[in-house]
């Protein structure tokens, strides 16, 4: 089983500070770790991606995140925010589930607002 | 242009008359699902197909089915919708088979439905 917890379901950033977007996982397999970002009115679309190389991603827009294994983790950080940040953001984890499938787990989401 | 698209994009219905959303893609992805997203539970897996022929419930199917008989269709099926399942609906797709969990799912650009 896996699961994800995005700490903060709003958070709230003046233009120009730093964006920290935490997320904790619990997989019993090696998980592959996903931000996603959703625009108001839109779909889905990835931030970025962890598949087990560097520990260190980095996204679109500046975003990245780091994979720490002995805390769980999979915090989405941008050193300085933009007006145009300002969306809800998504951590999800996957991992197989046996007999060759697997599943994407989403967390609840956080809802980003940045303050001109 | 690669893309998943999903029909109709609204939808209000009343209690107990079937109704199917369509989802297609043109990227030749082996791996579609359905979410349903809502309001601070974020996203839910409805259903997943593995590929054609292939498919299994996800953490949230009860009152849904779905059926793959072609790579690139995907449709959920409401046989008897309920007020309960009024929602924002996301079909996606992504490679599978041997490396999927690894790949990012690409997204739909979600059908509100509304259940009177």
């Known amino acids: 089983a896996q699961s994800v917890t995005q700490l903060g379901s709003h958070v709230s950033v003046s233009e120009g500070a730093l964006v920290l977007l935490r997320c904790n996982y619990s997989s019993s397999v090696p998980p592959y770790l996903f931000w996603y970002v959703q625009y108001p009115n839109q779909g889905l679309q990835l931030l970025l991606k962890y598949t087990s190389a560097a520990t260190l991603v980095k996204g679109i827009n500046d975003f990245e995140a780091e994979f720490k294994k002995s805390e769980t983790s999979f915090h989405l950080t941008k050193p300085s925010a933009h007006m145009s940040d300002a969306a809800e953001y998504f951590c999800a984890v996957t991992s197989y589930s046996g007999a060759g499938s697997y599943q994407l787990t989403f967390g609840k989401g956080t809802k980003l607002s940045v303050i001109p | 242009e690669a893309q998943v698209t999903q029909n109709p994009r609204y939808l209000i219905t009343v209690t107990g008359k079937k109704l199917t959303v369509t989802c297609s893609q043109n990227?030749?992805?082996?791996?579609m699902s359905w979410y349903r997203q809502d309001p601070g539970l974020g996203l839910r897996q409805i259903y997943y197909s593995m590929n054609v022929e292939v498919t299994d419930k996800g953490d949230v199917p009860e009152g849904y089915k779905v059926s793959r008989k072609e790579k690139r269709n995907f449709p959920l099926i409401l046989e008897s919708p309920s007020p309960n399942q009024t929602s924002l609906y996301f079909c996606?797709?992504?490679?599978?088979?041997?490396?999927?969990?690894?790949?990012?799912?690409?997204f739909g650009p979600g059908t509100r439905l509304t259940v009177l």
């Open positions: 996606a797709s992504s490679w599978g088979l041997a490396g999927g969990p690894k790949y990012e799912q690409f």
């Open positions: 990227m030749n992805h082996e791996y």
